[in-house]
């Protein structure tokens, strides 16, 4: 399983970016999938998450600001960011829980980083 971000680049505060994120390989099925972040100096951390039946969960930070979503049939998450913040700079890394073939677990799937970059 192989996970492909897109959709990252420079923009200035105030502005917004629509993050993609494809899942491809062998997947029968996908649990939670979602997006976390990580800034120069600092741990990696969430941004939000989206289950399968579309229930999501979000940083306080970014919370009234960005909208994940994902569309099932494509294996797709998006990430779109609102009202960018210089504070919001960071790489992003997308995940995907994805069961194998008639299990009951799941393995974690991250995606290379796509750089955000808000100038003030």
């Known amino acids: 399983v192989q996970l492909q971000a897109s959709g990252g680049g420079l923009v200035q505060a105030g502005g917004s970016l629509r993050l993609s994120c494809a899942a491809s390989?062998?997947?029968?099925?996908?649990?939670?999938m979602g997006w976390y972040r990580q800034a120069p100096g600092k741990q990696r951390e969430l941004v939000a998450t989206?289950?399968?039946?579309?229930?999501?969960n979000y940083a306080d930070s970014v919370k009234g600001r960005f909208t994940i979503s994902r569309d099932n049939a494509k294996n797709t998450v998006y990430l779109q960011m609102n009202s960018l913040k210089p504070e919001d700079t960071a790489v992003y890394y997308c995940n995907a829980e994805v069961p194998p073939y008639n299990s009951n677990y799941f393995n974690l799937y991250w995606g290379q980083g796509t750089l955000v970059t808000v100038s003030s």
């Open positions: 989206v289950t399968s039946g579309g229930i999501t």
């Open positions: 390989g062998s997947i029968f099925s996908i649990l939670d």
